[in-house]
Structure formats: C-alpha cells, structure tokens
C-alpha cells in the first residue's frame, strides 16, 4: 500500500509522465474551437521556445507567452515583449516531466497539458499540437471519456486499453493534416493531462496491452454507457457483422442509472411519422402493433420494417431498446439502455469490476472471443 500511495503522490505532485512508450502522438487541441490568440505558461518542469530556426528561448515558470494569428503566421510576445511573427513555434518541455497551462481566447477554455505544444497557423486562426508521449495521451482521453463514472482502478484499466486500441486502428486518421488525432468527437475526447489518481493508476497499469479477437486481430473496442439488459450485435446497428460484437445477455447493467428511461410522444406525431414511411396505420393490425409494440421478450431490428436505429435518431431516444403503448392523446415508450448497445457496456463493466472480477474476465464477457495481448512498447504507433 505504501508503495501505490508513493506512486500516486508523485503522478499528481511530479507531473507524472509515463515512460513506457518512446514515442510521441501528435492531437490537435481545441480542435472544434476557432482559436485566435492564447496564453501558454510552465506549469512545471522546463521548457524552451523555439521560433522557427532561431535558437531556442529559456522560459521560466514567471514568463508568460501569447501567441496572436496574424497573417497566417504566428505573433509571439514574451513578458509584453514583440517577439515578432513565425511560421512555426514549439514549446518543448526540457527533462522528463513537464506540463504546461494554455489560456485560449474563448472564456473557460483553460487547460493544462503533458509535454510539447506545436503551433502554426491558417486562415482560420491558430493551429495548436499537442505532442504528447502516447500513454500520457492515454490517461488523458480516458479522464475526458469516464471520470465521475466510478473511482475503480480496474475501470479505468480498460477503458485505457480500449483508447490503446483505437490509437492503432485510427493512427492514420489525421494524417494529411499534419498530426494524428483530434480532440473532439470525431476522435476521442481530450481535454487535457490526466490528474485523477485512480485514472493514472489504472492507465499506468495497462501500458503494452491490447485486444485482439480470436485470429489475433486488433478489435474496434466499441462501448456504450448501459445495453439495457442485452447487448447488440454490429450488424443489427450498422450491418456489418464482427465475431467480437455480438448482442448477449448482459445482467450487469440491469437497474443502474442509465438502465431504464420513459419519453412521451404525441400520438398524432407517431402516427404521422409511421405514416411517411408509407406504413398503413389505419389498418387494424398494425394500428396495434404501432401502439403495443413489445421488446420484452429481447431486442428487435425493425418496428412495422423501419429500423429502431432510425426511429432512435429521429426521436432522440437513447437507446433502441424500448416497448411502447398507448397513454392519452400520447404514446409512452419505457425504454432500456442508453447508447447504440453494441460492445462494452460501461455501466455494466464498473458493475462486473466492483463485484471483484478480472479486468479481461470483462473484457471477455462484452468482446465474444476477445483475448488481452501485450505489444512490443515502440510499436504502438507504427510509422508515423
């Protein structure tokens, strides 16, 4: 115990770099944002600024540099000081652990970062890199896309190897932009260095692994916040089918807090909507089954031939998992689930983790056939 509480003191008081990748990742920041000048200071450690080919600058923990878009170029002032204007600045950290603070000009928009910032800029404004080492990218995403959930180190260990896993099969994403992942959604969620310590400790404790299916293939570790009771299978959602993403049983995530949701609808709007897929709904029978519609018995694909993913997006339902009937001059639909159901079901997972099961007993159980793998540390990104 001593020995994990050390450990923990100096990720949150040292800022705790993990060294198990020599490679960088590069993330463009504030990627959804139009950023037009900022505020970037040491946090901790030392850095340097390099602008362009002039030799690099000392920056201490007093110094304050703002960076201005100016002309496509990127004005630099240091302590109100006129730099000039440069094509390309890096902030590089000097020593292993550093993290730096960046003020943008958009109000609350102030985070910290592990490591390097790269900044150029384009007609639009400032273009900020983040070049950070891979698994402090890792405990990154994995604080942005889960923390609050739970406090299980074991949770946050997979969610990390989920993040690992998407890191290889998207690393090419980006690519003709100049980096290689965003920090938006169409990526995966960043929004700076990790700094809770069960989020560090359980990223910590996954570097090198993987998921792979049962030929030793790299999966897509898809995942939800709650199937509902049942999982969905790929092809059901999107119509590709994978051996690893196959809808099953799922107890685990029964009665939690995203398990169950009601929503009413004006019954003209559901008939009218029913009726514009060319569906009869003066017709006795399937008047009945428009208003009694029943996923009881497990999930279904259609309701009267349109898809439940269809009806999910045009209702903004949160899930595809519902029953509905007849309530008034409304229609009642009690649903399950929250998310498209397919792979892990995050809920369920805190669940299986907090009854004492093994993080790839987990993983196991959601990814049909998958299997934990550890992978050569200076692989992970390939060629850049």
């Known amino acids: 115990m001593k020995i994990k509480s050390l450990s923990i003191f100096l990720a949150l008081g040292l800022g705790f770099s993990f060294n198990s990748f020599s490679q960088n990742i590069k993330v463009r920041i504030f990627s959804d944002q139009t950023i037009t000048h900022a505020t970037i200071r040491s946090s901790f450690g030392r850095y340097s600024l390099s602008l362009d080919n002039n030799s690099p600058i000392t920056i201490t923990k007093t110094s304050k540099v703002d960076i201005k878009s100016k002309d496509q170029k990127v004005e630099v002032k240091i302590n109100d000081s006129l730099y000039g204007c440069f094509n390309n600045i890096v902030f590089n950290k000097e020593g292993l652990r550093s993290f730096f603070q960046i003020e943008t000009n958009i109000k609350s928009l102030t985070r910290r970062y592990d490591d390097n ?24 995403v994995v604080q942005a896309e889960t923390w609050g959930a739970t406090k299980n180190v074991d949770f946050f260990k997979i969610q990390a190897i989920c993040v690992r896993n998407y890191i290889m099969m998207n690393i090419a994403k980006h690519k003709k932009d100049g980096y290689q992942m965003c920090d938006a959604v169409h990526c995966q969620a960043y929004k700076g260095r990790a700094n809770q310590p069960e989020v560090i400790e359980g990223a910590y404790n996954s570097k090198g692994e993987i998921i792979v299916d049962i030929n030793g293939n790299i999966i897509e570790t898809l995942f939800h916040s709650n199937s509902g009771g049942q999982t969905v299978s790929s092809e059901d959602v999107w119509g590709k089918p994978f051996s690893h993403l196959v809808g099953k049983i799922d107890s685990f995530s029964v009665g939690l807090k995203a398990y169950a949701w009601e929503k009413y609808i004006p019954l003209k709007d559901w008939q009218r909507y029913f009726k514009e897929k060319e569906v009869n709904v003066k017709d006795d029978s399937i008047k009945n089954e428009l208003l009694n519609f029943s996923q009881n018995e497990g999930r279904k694909k259609e309701m009267l031939g349109v898809s439940l993913v269809q009806i999910r997006k045009d209702f903004n339902l949160r899930s595809t998992f519902f029953s509905c009937q007849e309530w008034g001059s409304e229609v009642k639909l009690n649903g399950k689930g929250y998310g498209h159901g397919v792979g892990l079901s995050q809920e369920g997972a805190i669940k299986m983790c907090d009854e004492g099961f093994e993080y790839w007993q987990v993983i196991e159980h959601y990814y049909t056939g998958a299997k934990i793998k550890r992978i050569d540390e200076d692989k992970l990104l390939g060629e850049n």
């Open 117 to 140: 910032l790269i900044v150029n800029s384009d007609n639009k404004g400032l273009r900020l890199i983040n070049n950070i080492e891979t698994e402090n990218y890792i405990a990154g």
